[in-house]
């Protein structure tokens, strides 16, 4: 006779799980977009790299934050899928009778 499967810890709720992958993702782009623009001016890099578009500089920020945050929030949400919890997904085999 199987046991019913039990949890090492409630589901978290989905705001909470997305918080927990956004918001420190947040803070980690504004940083390396901070230290990236330190040494970088969006126009020279539009120059360098599509010349024909027109971006100005405090647009070439933004898409910059974007970009690193998407990166960082990936980053977050691959690490947030290798940590749960393995009783999630190790399910028992059911009875052969």
Do not use: C, K
């Amino acid at each position: 006779m199987s046991q019913p499967h039990v949890f090492d810890h409630p589901p978290r709720p989905m705001s909470q799980r997305v918080g927990a992958i956004l918001w420190p993702s947040f803070f980690a782009a504004g940083v390396a977009t901070m230290v990236f623009f330190a040494y970088v001016d969006p126009i020279v890099l539009r120059d360098m790299t599509f010349p024909a578009l027109p971006v100005s500089r405090e647009f070439g920020y933004t898409i910059g934050f974007f970009a690193f945050w998407l990166a960082t929030s990936a980053s977050s949400l691959f690490t947030w899928i290798l940590l749960r919890p393995a009783s999630r997904f190790n399910r028992p085999l059911p009875d052969e009778t």
